[in-house]
Structure formats: structure tokens, C-alpha cells
């Protein structure tokens, strides 16, 4: 009798374990992708203060396309198919290493690296603290003081922590995008509901981007976006700059 009791407590417990993962899963990948979150993603812009300098994005229409070719394009399409394989193959200490190192060496110029660079390794600081996992320590104690992707490593800490990859890419995209919307509004200047516009209109562009992103294989990867690229280098060299990147 005691047996049997014990077999349906544990089931009980694993049903009831079951569901919480789920609502902490979503909990966590909130927390993670939200503003609030400090990974510094604030003082980004991607290269988009340069083309707001320049005279070439003036609308919210304009942002939008900006915020697309980063996505579906640019270094964001980089991080998006590299979020993927991080993702799966995190239970594989040497082949995550991999890809983590090459997100890490994935970007066009030095302000996009130290962007991604940042936000990784504040990511890990954070997340470690936080949201404690053996599987981020042993990463930081293999990596020690190199360069962190913050894709690769926000993708380690989704799979350590059940959250599943679909809605953890659609995450890191919105994430993304919001960043970069953010720093359209406030350098156009937009109004606030001119942003929401902007990022309604993403949408579907991100649920293209994210179901392509999950079939492609690391060597079809590449950009095709040398317009934000020279954004990025010119932005090194403005006489006044709002953002780091």
C-alpha cells in the first residue's frame, strides 16, 4: 500500500512539476527579454543613429525597414540561425563551444561585435546570478575571460532551462527588434505609438524570419546587408553619438 501511495504522490508531483516548468519557462524567457533586463541593450542602436544622421530614416515606416534588414539580413539573422544551433546543441559541451565561438567572431565591425560581446557577457553575469544553472557556470568556467555572444549564451540558458526553442527564438527576435524600435523613437524623434506601428508591422516579417532561421544550416549562413555594415563603421566616427553602436 505504501508503494502504491508513493507511485501516485510522484506521479502527482511530476504532473504537477510538469506544469510549473511551463509557466516558469514563460516566466524566465520574459525576464530575459525584457527591457528591464540588464544587459545594456538600451545603448545600442545598430547603426541605425548613423542612417538617422544621414537624412535616411525619418519615419516609423522607415525604422521598420531598417529593424527588417537587420533581422532578415544583417547581423540579426546572424544571431537568429546561431540562437538555433546553440539551442540544440547545448547538451554538447564541445559543439556548443563551437558555435559559440563562432558567434562571437560573426559580425561586421567593431561596434556590432562590442555590442554582442556586451550583452553576452552581462547576460551571463546576470543569468548566473539570478537564474543559477551548472551548465552556465561550466560554460564560464571554460571560456574564462573570451569574448560571449549574447545569442549563443541567452540560447544556453533557454535549453538549460526548458525553455523551448520556438518560443525562445520568438523571443530573442522581438527582443531584438524592440531594442532597435526603441532607438528609432527616441532618435527620429517618434512618438510612442509610432513605435508600436513600427513594431506591428515587424511581425510578420519576424514569423518569417524565425521559421527560416530554424531550417538553415550553419554553412548557407551569411549576410547580405553591406548598407548596415558601412552604418556600422560610420558610426565609429560621428562627431555626436546617442548610442555605443
Known amino acids: 500500500m505504501g508503494t502504491i501511495m508513493a507511485t501516485i504522490t510522484i506521479m502527482t508531483m511530476r504532473t504537477g512539476i510538469t506544469a510549473m516548468l511551463a509557466d516558469a519557462a514563460l516566466h524566465r524567457l520574459l525576464a530575459w527579454t525584457s527591457p528591464s533586463y540588464p544587459v545594456g541593450g538600451f545603448t545600442y542602436s545598430h547603426g541605425l543613429e548613423t542612417m538617422v544622421e544621414q537624412g535616411r530614416v525619418r519615419t516609423a515606416g522607415d525604422v521598420a525597414a531598417y529593424v527588417e534588414a537587420v533581422l532578415a539580413r544583417g547581423g540579426g539573422w546572424i544571431d537568429a540561425v546561431l540562437f538555433v544551433h546553440a539551442w540544440r546543441t ?8 563551437e558555435i559559440a565561438e563562432l558567434a562571437a567572431a560573426f559580425r561586421g565591425s567593431s561596434e556590432t561585435a562590442l555590442e554582442s560581446r556586451q550583452q553576452g557577457s552581462s547576460f551571463l553575469t546576470v543569468t548566473r546570478k539570478a537564474w543559477p544553472h551548472p551548465a552556465l557556470d561550466a560554460f564560464a568556467a571554460r571560456h574564462a575571460d573570451r569574448p560571449i555572444a549574447h545569442c549563443a549564451i541567452m540560447a544556453l540558458a533557454c535549453a538549460a ?3 523551448p526553442l520556438v518560443p525562445a527564438l ?4 522581438h527582443a531584438a527588434a524592440a531594442n532597435l524600435v526603441s532607438a528609432g523613437v527616441r532618435l527620429v524623434p517618434l512618438g510612442q505609438t509610432d513605435g508600436q506601428h513600427a513594431l506591428a508591422a515587424l511581425a510578420a516579417a519576424m514569423e518569417a524570419i524565425a521559421a527560416r532561421a530554424l531550417v538553415t544550416p550553419l554553412e548557407d549562413l551569411g549576410t547580405a546587408a553591406p548598407e548596415l555594415e558601412l552604418a556600422s563603421l560610420a558610426h565609429e566616427t560621428l562627431y555626436t553619438r546617442l548610442f555605443r553602436s
Open 170 to 173: 520568438h523571443g530573442w527576435l
Open 161 to 163: 532551462h526548458a525553455v
Open 90 to 97: 547545448a547538451g554538447n559541451e564541445a559543439a556548443f563551444d
